[in-house]
């Protein structure tokens, strides 16, 4: 069952060929249907790879599939390969899943739309390249998948291309991530020049038996290179910015790209790779800190926001600082476990905001919205159960991830890492009811008109939810604490280290033990609080949040303008770049560059027109030639000795 | 030397050339009857193809095996098979897009596919001669063929002009070859190749002045064959005024048997003094590029531009000459491979845009062919991705092989030139590209009247650019079997 | 005593005879000519190579060369005769409608 994996990547590449080539002849009802088939075989083949994956005892989970030898020449090998391991395999199961899932939910929300095949050509393509990505076996082919996912991203951001908005956000998604994928590219780089190979397999196990000591310098190089790429792919601090901007894109494409899949491939990267972080301390400490830093700050900006699918955006950007907070602590596991519920509760968030917004002919504000509940009541319930899971109320999904991120923060990291992930706990529970009570709950301030349209989504739109509900309400049993599937079905992958062996001593670890419990019930009570509050402010008390924003007019207009941090980057980046650039390209590049470059053009161009009379079309010149050509080589030989 | 060595007289080992040569007969004869109307003249092309079949099969069924016969005269090893299964792929390509074309044209002559059999005949002789006169012999037969073949439009001035150039000139031409094979035989005593390379290891060198004049006329005469600066002069010329499927053949063709020549000759007989011969084929390798590509951008006719295109393909070619390595050896193999599909895959589509009495061969035809036929143009466009060597086509790997055997032998200053051409180079092909899907059409394409033969030769050259793009260690690995056995 | 020194001496004046005769002459058929002067200057000094190495081989080659000179003669008048019907001549400085 192994050996089919090459075809969950093909299945998708042919429903992208078939819909870029053809797509505009076929049917619309076509069109929908070779996308979701495509996805769909993909998904039922990733079923079946993860199934003969299981069956396999624990330490054989290990599955090469040798593609082919593009080049091979002296020391320099280009191969492609695919991988299957619990880790990859998890991945794909998700992303073809949930991407299956949205892909569904697409033919209703897109079915108005003129780039309908368009659309579904992009986003099988999407698909291709994120399985690339994940299923890869070396460091170049997920760099590939990397780019081509960038690429998928770009286009859909920017899919309504005629707003400038759509245009302006798309064209910034790429040139952020370009920064971060100079990272990753100057990483791979340095790979292959420490351990003269990029295959996976063997980088790792040169890393762990080449007597690299822990610190080694190179290696924090690398792995703070290959953190730089996963910080603009994942939308950490610094490189974050791209990602609420991203949001002009459809929104199955937000749920699909920029929540549940695309986003989360630095955490991926980082767990792939987390032989080579647990080689650097120095590095772990940094995507701790900087995971911690995100997750709160991101989730502060969200605390605020009006517009429906920015607070998404930023809860996923504190999400994703989550994961990367686990991972800089060791517990790669609880990053990739809170990765896949993640995935199933924020691609219900969003296809549900997506189908609010439907509702609502194109509404994003949530200051016009309320009172949906009894209008939309399926879109409603969905949305609950995804906000339950986000919160981290037990039994829901979120909670069991997010509550072994924070035990192992506490355990692994410290007290100040804790206390953060902590806060900005608190935090999400509150703007995520906010945002259920703002939208579902009180007086509606509805527009008259948009009232008259306001429809509950079509079958295709809420089945989706339903699944994604119910994936939300069951996910987390796979990593309930003390039993958890996931730890130990990822356990080959991580080594011994799943629950990291860097701890700051062994105590805290037998400390630890009597803990959980205990820690369980602080995370429910700190999302308890936040729901708490959020419902005294917007349900029992409407008039309270403007009064506090008077209050505490600076403290609001910062979060509200996510603390200035576009225009700060305006300011010391962009500007001066652009201002740079404006002098290099009228002074350096007008006058000198191009003076040289149009010259040597204009050269070469010259010569060739001198060249062509020398085909005169006459034989006697040309046997000429052959003659003058003759003497030369013998001149050469006799000289030229 | 006349000790009556008949034993080695192998007739198996030429038996493809002598199948070749049977269905050469049999087209003739059976073009004979369809004159009289008792068989249609369109099998022609079909028996032609059979013909090619087997002897493929039969090159196929001999690998493996180095054997020498007649004399000593004649090797069948895995070079020269390699090199005829080249042949046979790029005579069989060509009569798939000839079908149509000598149709349209009035010149649907029987003459046509039995010329195209026997000069293939030629170019494996070339391959597979073990001595100079064989060589020789091979030279004619394949170059006396395409003579014809250029002025196969009888009735067209412009395709009787460049019969009489390449014919004056080919002719003048082996007049300096055969001299230098009369020099390299008097001095050496010998015609055999080993022979010739057993006489001078054992001198210790080229000691005699002759022999290297001999040498040098060899590189003359070799050199016109593979279109070489200073002796490419016919090569525009020819290709503009041959019927388009007879330019397709012999850019890719004789260019190829040209190479296979040139390589056994220089690396096996010349192989231990290959200081004498290096400077001078890697001063013509740079001429060739530099001025294949420079004169190709200021072209306007697409046939001509893709005549100096293939001058400067000769021209990396030649540097594998240069690197004088195994490694050169099979990236010469794997190149000429990669260039029979891009070259014989561009010209097809030539053809098919081409209309009776209206050539469309000006590069401004091309404006607008994404839009009205955008098939056919993504097939161009890759096909001029290839030539400039963009991965993950053909063309690219092929001048990483190259460029790579380059610098193993230490010429790195060469392969940055050759470099250098090749981003000249992308220039001109792209130039096609963006005309074909930025600019609006200049003219109405008429409908198109695509033959299945046609729609079966460019599927073959877009198969065939991709796979070696994509998947080339395979065909790579047995261009390396392909060098093993030569010295 | 003629020497082998003589023969090649004599091949090489004809040979060259025969290349200026190409870049000089305007007539198709002359300048054909000329190359038969250039090949038979080769198979000059094939024979007395042959005579003076004492070995079949060169004289072996001349054949082959005269057969392959006359099978290319008759292809090379056939062509001029195919340009003469179009063009009425055979010279070759008419002959430049292809060029740049």
């Known amino acids: 069952m192994l050996n089919l994996v090459g075809l969950i990547l093909l299945f998708p590449l042919i429903g992208a060929a078939i819909n870029g080539l053809l797509g505009k002849r076929l049917k619309k009802d076509t069109v929908g249907y070779i996308a979701c088939g495509a996805i769909g075989l993909s998904f039922f083949i990733a079923i079946l790879v993860f199934c003969g994956l299981v069956l396999l005892p624990p330490e054989a989970r290990l599955f090469e599939k040798q593609l082919f030898n593009w080049i091979e020449s002296g020391s320099f090998k280009a191969a492609a390969g695919l991988q299957v391991d619990p880790l990859s395999s998890l991945m794909i199961l998700v992303v073809t899943g949930v991407g299956f899932l949205i892909h569904i939910y697409s033919i209703g929300y897109m079915h108005e739309d003129k780039g309908y095949h368009r659309y579904f050509c992009y986003l099988n393509l999407f698909t291709f390249s994120m399985l690339l990505l994940v299923l890869g076996n070396n460091f170049l082919l997920m760099f590939i998948g990397w780019e081509a996912v960038g690429l998928c991203s770009y286009l859909l951001i920017g899919f309504w291309f005629e707003k400038k908005s759509a245009s302006d956000a798309a064209k910034k998604a790429f040139i952020v991530n370009r920064v971060g994928d100079f990272g990753f590219a100057l990483g791979i780089m340095l790979i292959f020049l420490t351990f003269h190979t990029i295959d996976f397999t063997e980088v790792f196990h040169?890393?762990?038996?080449?007597?690299?000591?822990?610190?080694?310098?190179?290696?924090?190089?690398?792995?703070?290179?290959?953190?730089?790429?996963?910080?603009?792919?994942?939308?950490?601090?610094?490189?974050?910015?791209?990602?609420?901007?991203?949001?002009?894109?459809?929104?199955?494409?937000?749920?699909?790209?920029?929540?549940?899949?695309?986003?989360?491939?630095?955490?991926?990267?980082?767990?792939?790779?987390?032989?080579?972080?647990?080689?650097?301390?120095?590095?772990?400490?940094?995507?701790?800190?900087?995971?911690?830093?995100?997750?709160?700050?991101?989730?502060?900006?969200?605390?605020?926001?009006?517009?429906?699918?920015?607070?998404?955006?930023?809860?996923?950007?504190?999400?994703?600082?989550?994961?990367?907070?686990?991972?800089?602590?060791?517990?790669?596991?609880?990053?990739?476990?809170?990765?896949?519920?993640?995935?199933?509760?924020?691609?219900?968030?969003?296809?549900?905001?997506?189908?609010?917004?439907?509702?609502?002919?194109?509404?994003?504000?949530?200051?016009?919205?309320?009172?949906?509940?009894?209008?939309?009541?399926?879109?409603?319930?969905?949305?609950?159960?995804?906000?339950?899971?986000?919160?981290?109320?037990?039994?829901?999904?979120?909670?069991?991830?997010?509550?072994e991120i924070l035990l192992e923060s506490l355990v692994h990291g410290n007290f100040v890492y804790w206390s953060i992930a902590a806060l900005a706990a608190f935090f999400t529970a509150f703007y995520m009811f906010r945002l259920l009570f703002m939208t579902f709950h009180g007086k509606s301030r509805v527009d008259h008109h948009v009232m008259e349209h306001l429809h509950e989504s079509p079958k295709n739109m809420t089945m989706p939810l339903m699944i994604l509900a119910g994936l939300s309400f069951c996910g987390g049993f796979l990593g309930l604490p003390g039993a958890s599937a996931i730890d130990s079905f990822l356990s080959p992958v991580f080594g011994g280290h799943g629950h990291a062996e860097i701890s700051m001593s062994g105590a805290a670890v037998h400390q630890s033990e009597g803990h959980p419990y205990l820690m369980m019930v602080i995370s429910t009570a700190i999302a308890v609080a936040g729901i708490g509050l959020a419902y005294q402010m917007y349900v029992k008390k409407p008039e309270l949040p403007q009064k506090l924003a008077g209050q505490y007019r600076l403290i609001y207009k910062i979060l509200l303008n996510k603390y200035y941090i576009d225009e700060i980057y305006n300011a010391l980046f962009v500007n001066s770049v652009k201002k740079g650039s404006l002098l290099l390209w009228k002074r350096v590049d007008a006058m000198m560059i191009d003076g040289s470059v149009n010259g040597v053009a204009r050269l070469v161009g010259w010569f060739g027109n001198i060249l062509r009379y020398l085909q005169t079309g006459y034989v006697r010149n040309y046997a000429f030639y052959i003659v003058l050509g003759c003497i030369f080589i013998m001149a050469l030989a006799a000289f030229g000795r | 030397?006349?000790?009556?060595?008949?034993?080695?007289?192998?007739?198996?080992?030429?038996?493809?050339?002598?199948?070749?040569?049977?269905?050469?007969?049999?087209?003739?004869?059976?073009?004979?009857?369809?004159?009289?109307?008792?068989?249609?003249?369109?099998?022609?092309?079909?028996?032609?193809?059979?013909?090619?079949?087997?002897?493929?099969?039969?090159?196929?069924?001999?690998?493996?095996?180095?054997?020498?016969?007649?004399?000593?005269?004649?090797?069948?090893?895995?070079?020269?098979?390699?090199?005829?299964?080249?042949?046979?792929?790029?005579?069989?390509?060509?009569?798939?897009?000839?079908?149509?074309?000598?149709?349209?044209?009035?010149?649907?002559?029987?003459?046509?596919?039995?010329?195209?059999?026997?000069?293939?005949?030629?170019?494996?002789?070339?391959?597979?001669?073990?001595?100079?006169?064989?060589?020789?012999?091979?030279?004619?037969?394949?170059?006396?063929?395409?003579?014809?073949?250029?002025?196969?439009?009888?009735?067209?001035?412009?395709?009787?002009?460049?019969?009489?150039?390449?014919?004056?000139?080919?002719?003048?031409?082996?007049?300096?070859?055969?001299?230098?094979?009369?020099?390299?035989?008097?001095?050496?005593?010998?015609?055999?190749?080993?022979?010739?390379?057993?006489?001078?290891?054992?001198?210790?060198?080229?000691?005699?002045?002759?022999?290297?004049?001999?040498?040098?006329?060899?590189?003359?005469?070799?050199?016109?064959?593979?279109?070489?600066?200073?002796?490419?002069?016919?090569?525009?010329?020819?290709?503009?005024?041959?019927?388009?499927?007879?330019?397709?053949?012999?850019?890719?063709?004789?260019?190829?048997?040209?190479?296979?020549?040139?390589?056994?000759?220089?690396?096996?007989?010349?192989?231990?003094?290959?200081?004498?011969?290096?400077?001078?084929?890697?001063?013509?390798?740079?001429?060739?590029?530099?001025?294949?590509?420079?004169?190709?951008?200021?072209?306007?006719?697409?046939?001509?531009?893709?005549?100096?295109?293939?001058?400067?393909?000769?021209?990396?070619?030649?540097?594998?000459?240069?690197?004088?390595?195994?490694?050169?050896?099979?990236?010469?193999?794997?190149?000429?491979?990669?260039?029979?599909?891009?070259?014989?895959?561009?010209?097809?589509?030539?053809?098919?845009?081409?209309?009776?009495?209206?050539?469309?061969?000006?590069?401004?035809?091309?404006?607008?062919?994404?839009?009205?036929?955008?098939?056919?143009?993504?097939?161009?466009?890759?096909?001029?991705?290839?030539?400039?060597?963009?991965?993950?086509?053909?063309?690219?790997?092929?001048?990483?092989?190259?460029?790579?055997?380059?610098?193993?032998?230490?010429?790195?200053?060469?392969?940055?030139?050759?470099?250098?051409?090749?981003?000249?180079?992308?220039?001109?092909?792209?130039?096609?590209?963006?005309?074909?899907?930025?600019?609006?059409?200049?003219?109405?394409?008429?409908p198109l009247t695509i033959s299945p033969l046609m729609v079966a030769a460019i599927v073959i050259s877009v198969v065939g650019t991709l796979q070696l793009g994509i998947f080339p260690s395979k065909v790579m690995e047995i261009a390396q079997r392909s060098i093993l056995m030569m010295r | 005593m003629i020497t082998i020194t003589h023969y090649l001496v004599l091949s090489a004046i004809l040979f060259t005879l025969g290349v200026i005769g190409v870049l000089i002459r305007r007539n198709a058929i002359v300048i054909f000519m000329c190359v038969e002067l250039m090949l038979n200057a080769v198979n000059l000094s094939f024979v007395a190579f042959a005579h003076y190495l004492n070995s079949m081989q060169g004289q072996l080659f001349v054949f082959f060369t005269m057969t392959v000179a006359a099978a290319e003669a008759a292809v090379g008048l056939a062509i001029i005769v195919a340009l003469f019907r179009n063009k009425e001549t055979v010279n070759i400085d008419d002959m430049n409608i292809m060029k740049w």
């Open chain 2, 1 to 446: 030397m006349i000790n009556a060595s008949i034993m080695t007289f192998n007739i198996l080992n030429i038996l493809p050339i002598l199948v070749l040569a049977g269905f050469g007969m049999i087209v003739l004869v059976t073009d004979v009857l369809s004159s009289r109307k008792w068989v249609n003249r369109n099998i022609l092309a079909y028996i032609s193809l059979i013909g090619i079949i087997i002897a493929a099969v039969l090159t196929r069924s001999s690998t493996g095996t180095t054997l020498f016969s007649f004399n000593e005269s004649f090797v069948t090893d895995n070079y020269s098979l390699f090199f005829n299964f080249i042949f046979l792929l790029c005579a069989g390509l060509t009569i798939l897009i000839s079908h149509n074309y000598i149709k349209r044209e009035d010149i649907n002559y029987g003459e046509y596919y039995a010329l195209i059999l026997f000069s293939t005949i030629g170019m494996m002789l070339m391959a597979s001669g073990a001595d100079l006169l064989n060589i020789y012999i091979g030279l004619e037969v394949m170059s006396i063929s395409i003579y014809i073949l250029t002025g196969f439009k009888r009735s067209k001035l412009i395709s009787n002009e460049a019969s009489l150039k390449y014919f004056l000139l080919g002719a003048f031409a082996t007049g300096f070859l055969l001299y230098g094979i009369s020099l390299t035989y008097g001095t050496t005593g010998a015609i055999n190749l080993k022979q010739i390379a057993s006489f001078i290891a054992e001198k210790g060198g080229m000691s005699d002045p002759l022999m290297v004049i001999g040498m040098g006329l060899l590189i003359v005469g070799l050199g016109f064959k593979v279109a070489s600066v200073p002796f490419h002069a016919w090569v525009p010329d020819v290709y503009e005024g041959a019927p388009t499927p007879v330019t397709a053949f012999m850019s890719v063709g004789p260019k190829a048997a040209g190479f296979a020549a040139f390589l056994r000759i220089f690396l096996t007989a010349f192989g231990s003094s290959h200081l004498e011969w290096q400077k001078i084929i890697y001063i013509l390798a740079i001429l060739t590029m530099t001025l294949g590509n420079v004169s190709a951008l200021s072209q306007t006719n697409i046939k001509r531009m893709l005549a100096y295109s293939s001058i400067a393909h000769a021209g990396y070619l030649l540097i594998a000459l240069v690197s004088a390595n195994d490694m050169g050896v099979s990236a010469t193999l794997f190149y000429v491979l990669a260039y029979i599909f891009m070259n014989i895959g561009a010209f097809a589509i030539i053809i098919v845009l081409s209309r009776k009495g209206d050539e469309c061969i000006q590069i401004n035809d091309y404006a607008g062919l994404g839009f009205k036929h955008p098939l056919l143009a993504i097939a161009m466009t890759l096909f001029m991705l290839s030539m400039a060597g963009v991965p993950p086509m053909a063309g690219f790997v092929g001048k990483f092989y190259i460029f790579s055997a380059a610098i193993k032998s230490g010429y790195i200053g060469l392969a940055i030139i050759a470099v250098i051409n090749s981003v000249i180079s992308v220039y001109y092909y792209l130039r096609i590209t963006v005309i074909m899907y930025m600019k609006e059409p200049a003219r109405e394409f008429v």
């Open chain 1, 206 to 403: 040169a890393a762990s038996e080449g007597g690299f000591a822990v610190g080694n310098f190179t290696i924090t190089i690398i792995t703070l290179l290959l953190f730089m790429g996963a910080t603009g792919k994942s939308a950490q601090i610094p490189l974050y910015t791209w990602l609420p901007d991203a949001m002009e894109g459809p929104t199955p494409v937000s749920a699909l790209i920029h929540a549940a899949t695309m986003v989360t491939a630095g955490v991926y990267m980082i767990a792939r790779c987390n032989v080579l972080y647990m080689l650097s301390p120095f590095t772990m400490t940094v995507v701790a800190g900087i995971g911690a830093v995100t997750a709160l700050f991101a989730a502060s900006i969200g605390l605020v926001q009006n517009d429906i699918k920015r607070v998404l955006a930023y809860s996923t950007i504190s999400q994703l600082g989550y994961m990367f907070l686990a991972c800089g602590v060791g517990a790669f596991s609880a990053g990739v476990f809170h990765l896949m519920t993640h995935a199933f509760f924020k691609a219900l968030l969003f296809l549900g905001s997506g189908s609010v917004i439907h509702a609502l002919s194109g509404e994003q504000d949530m200051r016009k919205m309320g009172g949906l509940k009894q209008h939309i009541p399926v879109t409603y319930k969905t949305f609950l159960i995804g906000t339950v899971a986000i919160a981290g109320i037990p039994p829901f999904a979120g909670f069991f991830s997010k509550d």
